[in-house]
């Protein structure tokens, strides 16, 4: 198939460096000069891990190319819209306005036969007007969400564990050409539903509400074990041990981040207002309280554990990205707590693996440490706050000759909780006594 793909940043690259991998002749297309400049020649503009050997290889074999020239998308027949949706400035709401102008670039280009793939995550009713859009053309529009996570989003984009078609009624060509684009998850048995392009919509908004109540549910369970004395991490073992529970996205800590959860149950709050169902999803608005809940008792037990002020205190914060295995720093929990503790007046030294350069692109008030020891060195609290396998997998009794005060705040609750307690630290988790 001859595919373009409008928008290259985490969902979008990796799409088309796997579909093109997959076999097909596929043109990414980005307005952002620098990033096709990196695309180009095979360098991933952020860090995924398998990114940059799936597009040195894609690159190699003739069939991907990048372009910031929008009239390239004629060169192909299916055009993919995996362009961001953040959330507005002044509000919850999505913003739509790089949708918009990708669909605008597109329909001089767009032939009956064409068929135009939107991936992007958008409110439920948007799909059906830009169809109305496209009509005119020819073209058809299906709407295809993305499940990916960053950190496995190669592994997600080739091997996706399901596939959702939102069609118009009666769309029966554009799902044989979407068959033909997947054909090899398709092979893999991987399930595929077919739906209005209202529920593919609501798949995805769905699925993040749904994985963000989870996890604010279990922090929430830590409010109440912080109160009592009880422990969330085994409360979650044990409820995880119910098949209908399940144990995954229970871990309760400083809470979700990233470019998607928090902003999308925020513009789903935003359209449920718009569609007159604000009671339906009111429990969201708990669900975000809850999560931002997390990272002020992470900065107050900083507070509490450094004697009520952390004015002047070397306070060592170990990860900047909003999870491990990524370099994104979107709505991150951990560079939250960083800058708020700096806003009190600590001296914070934060390290991470991937994220300081983007970090620091947003907060160059913050000092930044190259090695996690420059960070621990002479520190009076550490804290963990995202779970790097470098992080996670210190040893205390090394860690503590570097402190000045062994006081580790574990913001994940991934640190062996007895080892750093039997090596002389002062342990605090989330959610633990
Ligand atoms: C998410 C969805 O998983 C994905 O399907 C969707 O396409 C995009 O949004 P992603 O943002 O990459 O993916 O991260 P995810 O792995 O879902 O984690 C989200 C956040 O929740 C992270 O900040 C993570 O640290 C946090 N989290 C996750 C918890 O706090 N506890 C858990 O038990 C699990």
Redesign the pocket.
């Known amino acids: 198939m001859r595919i373009s793909v409008t928008g290259c940043g985490y969902l979008g690259a990796v799409h088309a460096a796997a579909m093109a991998q997959l076999g097909h002749d596929v043109i990414g297309i980005d307005i952002d000069e620098a990033k096709i400049a990196a695309l180009a020649v095979g360098r991933p503009p952020f860090y995924e891990p398998g990114l940059s050997d799936l597009l040195t290889e894609s690159i190699a074999s003739g069939r991907l190319r990048f372009t910031t020239d929008a009239s390239q998308a004629s060169e192909a027949t299916v055009h993919f819209i995996a362009v961001g949706t953040p959330q507005t400035r002044d509000g919850n709401a999505a913003d739509l306005r790089f949708v918009d102008a990708a669909v605008d670039a597109l329909l001089p280009h767009l032939e009956p036969g064409h068929v135009v793939v939107g991936k992007s995550t958008v409110p439920v009713g948007t799909s059906a007007a830009l169809a109305e859009r496209i009509r005119p053309t020819g073209a058809r529009l299906l709407w295809n969400p993305?499940?990916?996570?960053?950190?496995y989003a190669v592994r997600d984009t080739v091997e996706p564990d399901r596939l959702v078609y939102g069609v118009e009624t009666g769309d029966e060509a554009s799902v044989a050409v979407l068959d033909e684009v997947y054909a090899h998850a398709l092979e893999k048995g991987t399930p595929r539903m077919v739906t209005d392009l209202a529920t593919a919509e609501l798949v995805?908004v769905a699925?993040?509400a749904y994985?963000a109540t989870?996890?604010s549910f279990?922090n929430a369970m830590a409010e109440i074990a912080e109160a009592t004395g009880a422990d969330v991490t085994q409360l979650a073992d044990a409820l995880g041990y119910d098949n209908r529970i399940g144990r995954?996205?229970?871990?309760?800590?400083?809470?979700?981040?990233?470019?998607?959860?928090p902003k999308?149950i925020r513009a789903f709050t935003a359209r449920a207002d718009e569609l007159g169902r604000s009671e339906a999803l009111a429990f969201l608005k708990e669900v975000d309280a809850i999560n931002l809940r997390r990272r002020r008792r992470v900065v107050d037990l900083a507070t509490a554990e450094l004697g009520g002020s952390v004015v002047g205190r070397k306070v060592a914060v170990l990860g900047v990205t909003?999870?491990p295995h990524?370099d994104d720093v979107r709505d991150s929990?951990a560079l939250d707590v960083a800058v708020a503790l700096k806003g009190l007046g600590a001296n914070v030294v934060a390290a991470d693996p991937r994220g300081v350069a983007n970090a620091r692109a947003r907060h160059p008030q913050l000092e930044y440490a190259e090695e996690t020891k420059d960070a621990l060195r002479d520190a009076d609290l550490v804290i963990l706050v995202t779970e790097w396998p470098e992080y996670t997998g210190l040893d205390p009794v090394a860690t503590r000759e570097l402190v000045a005060q062994p006081i580790v705040i574990d913001g994940r609750n991934a640190l062996d909780r007895d080892a750093w307690t039997a090596a002389g630290w002062r342990y605090r988790g989330m959610g633990r006594s």
């Open positions: 993305e499940f990916l996570r960053e950190g995805k699925a993040n994985l989870k996890i279990i995954r996205f229970l871990n309760a800590g400083v809470g979700f981040g990233g470019g998607c959860l999308d909003f999870k990524s929990p």
